[in-house]
Each structure stands twice: as structure tokens, then as C-alpha cells.
């Protein structure tokens, strides 16, 4: 169990966290929120013992084998899959014993450490780190490329990989979709749900918490609270509570103006002194419990585009690609006023070079591309945050852009992206990764652009920043193109979806709960056995063959019952878990055993769920 007790923690002369009390049982997976600065990555560095509390204590088991990313980027000659694998250093370690005990001919060092190997993995590690590599969307020819050969998002992946390679306890992840696609995000949501280990995680991708955590850390004017269930649950809660404390907030005060009206109307009759006097005295006695704040709202006005021709932009058959490379091919999209557009696919499979293609930053190796005179083109690209210069303000860049704003006009501006009074003419170079997406949105919606591409545009924005852009999207009246790993982003702006595969952009005609099936599916096909050649015609069914398909199909039903009933039973734990937390002075190990009823249900559904795939497979592979 991880405790906290009166955890006080500051970064320099600022409190951060002050007075912290909260038990994370054994197993939890826990997703730490709250806005940019309220403490989550100095919380998470007093938890690998790299920082110590002002005062307080924060107790991590001393046994426990802690993951997590390391901060410097991938570098060096080894091949992905060896990077990886390194991060199962006890298995490395027993590795290179068995090797020294066969060199010096100890025969019983060997037969003891072969015995550790086998509890180890050994013998199917490289196939599970390819596996796990794969599904980080690693093909299988990247295996053995050089790490120093991928650009750095993959190799922020490839650090990810190795976290994910070692058989931790206590798993600290620090905003892991950054760097992902909504493909590989569903991926690691299935991973996370799997791992045994305690889970800290950082990030601000409600759906994603919701799919992973099964407790929230909220983190916010210095106090930190622990909540049972996912973020949604939390957000539930703490509005029940913001209620509540409001409800007896009203009351108090409905009290104390009564007992001051008493007080005014009769503390000058001597008859009444004495019962002035006491309520005096209550009325000093009487205090409302705080109400708890509520995240700040954040309002971004995007400037009214100056015309909306229709169409803005027309691309015909395009092949787009680099050098003699087509990356895709027969591309054709009529984007008008008024069109909210999702690009889904993996990363590397063309997404950015479609983008790249509307945006006008990449010419067509075929086929047309056709704009309206009036395009105005807003391109928000992950580059443009990291070639800010760091030297620059705000203040200077924006009216580098619009010469014609008065300095009043552009601080207004600047303000309402949060860039207000002093931080308008302060260098960018401290300014957090969120703080500078937000500025670069800033500069490119000033232009008044009838079309917006944005290419994750969420990644370091904060919950009440990407509310902000949402809300910001809702009233612009040009097209918005999106990509985005941030499945609440791209299913409050975009009303319809193209997928990018294989070289196409073809329609998806469905919701992402459909999209993350068809994912499911694919990656379940694509590890069967080839089947027969279509040239051969399917293989008659014998009279075996059908009595093993019905036995397959009525234990297929078995499991689908078995399914739900092990769900409601996750349920039921999930929401006894949730009651028993709520109250105060709860007992921490009454905790610890309705999580432990809540894992083991969970993980036996999943199993379940597992079983069910393999035997629906097999009926359909028979025909």
C-alpha cells in the first residue's frame, strides 16, 4: 500500500501539496488529474524517491520494483527490439549469469540459474517484446532498425516499450498518449487493464482514464483527495459534494442572519442582554465547512473568418508522397464551410501527410488540388510548438504576425489564451509544453482562417484548455480538419470520420466505439494461421466437423453468460468500493479486499472475453 501522511510538498519557495492524507491499495490503478501546475509530476517524484517532502511522509513499500519513462530520449546503435527487451533488467541479469556459470563450467550454478530463467520468461521474452512492440504500432522490419534510426516520437514509444518490459510493482506514467495514435492509445488501454502491478498515471484524456483507472488522485489548491473509480465516478462525486457543501454553506448563512437580526433588534433591551449575548456567542461558534472550488472555466474567442467560399478546397485523385515515395494514393476530398472531419489511422500509415497535402505544405505528385481564392488556412502542427523561439514573447510574435494590432488590441487577445499581463512579454523559454500549444493556436486563429488542421493539437493542454477548444470549434463557421488521439476531442467536433490505411483515405461510416471493434477484429485476424487459398474453394464441413462446431458453439454461450455475469459482479465491487471510500474514517484494509474482489472479477471477465474471441474465431474459420 502506498500512504500519505500530512505529505507536504513544494517546488522551491511554492507549496504545491500541503496536508495530503490518502491509501492507494495494492493493484489500484490510479489516474492523477488536476489543472497544469497543481503538483502531479513533483508528487510523482517524491514516489520514485527522487524528491522529499517538505514535511510529512509518503510511504512507498521499500521491496517494490518501480517503472517508469526515463526523461532522455532514446539514443544508440542497439536495435529496437534489444532497447526494449533491456527493460526487464532481472531477466538481463539472469541472463548474463547463466552465461558466466556455463564459461567457468559450474554445472550447478547452471542448472539453478537454467530453473530462474524458465520462472523468468526467457524463452518466449523476445517473441512477448516483439508482441508488445507491435502493438506500440512497431512493424516487424523496425525490429532490428537502430534506435538511433527512428524520429523522436517513435522513440519516445520505444522508451515507453522498455517501462512496459519490466516487471514492476508500482508503474508511474506521466501523459504516455502524448506520442500515440487513437489506434495504439486503445492498445495500451488493453495492456494497462491487464497489468497486475500498482498504476500511476498522469494524464488529462478523459476516456482514456475512464478505460484504464480504477481510482482518481485529484489534485487542487494544494489538497489532494483520493476518489474509488475511474474519472467519471470522480467527477460525479465531487460534484455531489461541491453540491452538498454549497446546500450546507446556505443554511449556515440563512442561520447567521437570523441570529443577527435577533442581535440588532435586542442587544439594546436590557431585558433581552442576556439572550443577545448568546447569540452573540453563537453566532461567533458558527462556521460553513469550505465549499471545494471548482475547475476555472476557459473561454477562447476564434476570430470570424473574413469570407466562406464554398468549396474551400477540392483535392481530385491526388497521389501525395516524398521524393519518388507515394505515401498515398487516389485521394479525393470536398471539404466545404461548415465540416468537422476525424482522420483516423495509425501513425506512420499517412495521416500527417494528408494534412500536410490540405494545408499546402506538400505539392501533389498526381492528380489536383484545387483552392478556393478567398482559403485562409490555419495548419497546427507539433513542429510549430517546438520551433517557438525561446527568446521570443508572446507579445513580439503576434505582432509579428499582425502588424496592424494595436499593442492594447494584441495583449486582449493574448489574455483571453491566457497570456495576460506580465506573461505577454515574458520569454517563452520556461513556459511549459501546454503553455506553448496554447500560444501557437493563438497565433494561427489570428489570421481569421476559414480551415483549420489540427494535428494533436491536445497534447499538454490541461481538461479546462481542451473544454476550451472544443467550445472554441463549436462556433466557427469555416471546416476543421482534426487529428487526435483524444477520443472526447474528436467526438465533440467532428461529425464525420475518414480513415487513413494502407495508402487510402476511404470513409468511416460509424462511431469509435465501432472503430475500436474493427481495430479488434483486425489484429485478432491478423495473427490466425493463412487460410486455404481462395483459389481452392472453402472445405466441406464432415459430419466431425459439424458435431465440434456445435459443441464450440454451445461453450461459446456458456462464456457469454459467464460474461455477464462476472461483469455485473465487477459492477457490484466497482460501486461497493465507491460507498465504502466515500465515508470518512474508512477502513484502509476493508478497501484493500474490495479492490482485491474488484480485480479478480475484472480480470476474470477478461479472460472470459478472451476465451470467447478464440472459440468465435475458430467457429468462423470452419465455415
Request: hydrophobic share 40%; charged share 25%.
Amino acid at each position: 500500500m502506498i500512504r500519505a501522511q500530512d505529505l507536504v510538498l513544494a517546488r522551491g519557495s511554492r507549496t504545491l501539496i500541503s496536508g495530503a492524507r490518502f491509501d492507494i491499495p495494492p493493484g489500484a490503478r490510479v489516474g492523477i488529474v488536476g489543472r497544469n501546475g497543481t503538483g502531479k509530476s513533483i508528487l510523482f517524484a517524491a514516489m520514485a524517491g527522487r524528491l522529499e517532502p517538505e514535511s510529512g511522509s509518503l510511504l512507498v513499500p521499500s521491496h517494490w520494483t518501480q517503472a517508469s519513462v526515463a526523461q532522455s530520449m532514446p539514443e544508440g546503435s542497439a536495435s529496437a527490439l534489444a532497447y526494449a527487451l533491456a527493460g526487464d533488467a532481472e531477466l538481463l541479469a539472469i541472463r548474463e549469469r547463466y552465461t558466466a556459470a556455463q564459461d567457468s563450467g559450474d554445472g550447478h550454478e547452471v542448472g539453478r540459474l537454467a530453473e530462474a530463467l524458465d520462472q523468468a520468461g526467457s524463452w518466449d521474452a523476445e517473441a512477448r517484446c516483439a508482441q508488445l512492440l507491435r502493438g506500440l504500432g512497431f512493424s516487424d522490419a523496425d525490429l532490428t532498425r537502430a534506435v538511433d534510426e527512428f524520429s523522436g516520437g517513435w522513440r519516445m514509444r520505444l522508451a515507453l516499450a522498455r517501462t512496459l518490459m519490466c516487471r514492476s510493482d508500482l508503474l508511474l506514467l506521466d501523459e504516455p498518449t502524448n506520442h500515440l495514435d487513437l489506434d495504439t492509445v486503445l492498445w495500451l488501454e488493453g495492456w494497462l487493464r491487464r497489468y497486475r502491478g500498482t498504476l500511476l498515471v498522469i494524464s488529462h484524456d478523459r476516456d482514456f482514464l475512464d478505460a484504464v483507472c480504477t481510482h482518481t488522485l485529484h489534485l487542487d489548491g494544494e489538497s489532494a483527495e483520493l476518489y474509488a473509480g475511474a474519472f467519471s465516478a470522480f467527477a460525479r462525486q465531487r460534484q455531489a459534494r461541491i453540491e452538498q457543501a454549497r446546500r450546507e454553506a446556505a443554511e449556515v448563512a440563512a442561520r447567521r442572519a437570523h441570529l443577527q437580526r435577533f442581535i440588532d433588534r435586542f442587544k439594546a433591551k436590557a431585558s433581552k442582554a442576556r439572550q443577545a449575548q448568546s447569540r452573540v456567542k453563537q453566532l461567533e461558534k458558527l462556521e460553513s465547512a469550505p465549499v471545494p472550488a471548482t475547475e476555472g472555466e476557459v473561454h477562447w474567442q476564434v476570430p470570424q473568418p473574413t469570407k466562406l467560399p464554398d468549396p474551400l478546397l477540392v483535392l481530385d485523385e491526388v497521389e501525395a508522397g516524398y521524393g519518388d515515395t507515394p505515401i498515398l494514393t487516389g485521394v479525393s476530398l470536398h471539404l466545404a464551410p461548415g465540416e468537422r472531419i476525424g482522420l483516423l489511422g495509425r501513425n506512420g500509415t499517412g495521416k500527417s501527410t494528408l494534412m500536410k497535402l490540405v494545408a499546402g505544405v506538400l505539392a501533389p505528385m498526381a492528380g489536383e488540388r484545387k483552392t478556393a481564392r478567398d482559403l485562409v488556412i490555419g495548419y497546427f502542427a507539433q513542429s510549430g510548438v517546438e520551433e517557438l523561439p525561446a527568446a521570443a514573447t508572446p507579445l513580439n510574435l503576434l505582432l509579428e504576425r499582425m502588424p496592424a494590432l494595436s499593442d492594447q488590441q494584441a495583449r486582449d487577445y493574448l489574455g483571453g489564451f491566457g497570456y495576460g499581463g506580465e506573461l505577454a512579454t515574458t520569454p517563452l523559454g520556461p513556459r511549459s509544453g501546454g503553455e506553448k500549444a496554447r500560444l501557437t493556436l493563438a497565433l494561427l486563429l489570428v489570421n481569421k482562417p476559414n480551415l483549420i488542421l489540427l494535428d494533436e493539437p491536445t497534447n499538454h493542454l490541461d481538461m479546462a484548455a481542451r473544454a476550451a477548444l472544443v467550445e472554441a470549434l463549436a462556433d466557427f463557421p469555416g471546416a476543421v480538419v482534426l487529428v487526435s488521439h483524444d477520443r472526447a476531442l474528436i467526438e465533440s467536433c467532428c461529425e464525420r470520420y475518414l480513415r487513413v490505411h494502407r495508402g487510402r483515405v476511404a470513409a468511416f461510416d460509424d462511431d469509435l466505439d465501432a472503430y475500436a471493434e474493427a481495430l479488434r477484429i483486425e489484429t485478432a485476424e491478423a495473427g490466425r494461421r493463412p487460410e486455404t487459398p481462395a483459389d481452392a474453394g472453402p472445405r466441406p464441413l464432415s459430419p466431425a466437423d459439424h458435431k465440434e462446431r456445435k459443441a464450440l458453439a454451445n461453450r461459446l454461450k456458456r462464456i457469454e453468460e459467464q460474461v455477464q455475469k462476472l461483469t455485473l459482479a465487477e459492477q457490484a465491487a466497482e460501486r461497493a468500493l465507491a460507498e465504502a471510500s466515500q465515508h470518512r474514517g474508512h477502513d484502509a484494509m476493508e478497501l484493500v479486499r474490495l479492490e482485491a474482489e474488484r480485480a479478480a472479477a475484472a480480470e476474470a471477465r477478461e479472460t472470459a472475453e478472451l476465451e470467447w474471441l478464440e472459440l468465435a474465431e475458430k467457429i468462423e474459420s470452419m465455415g
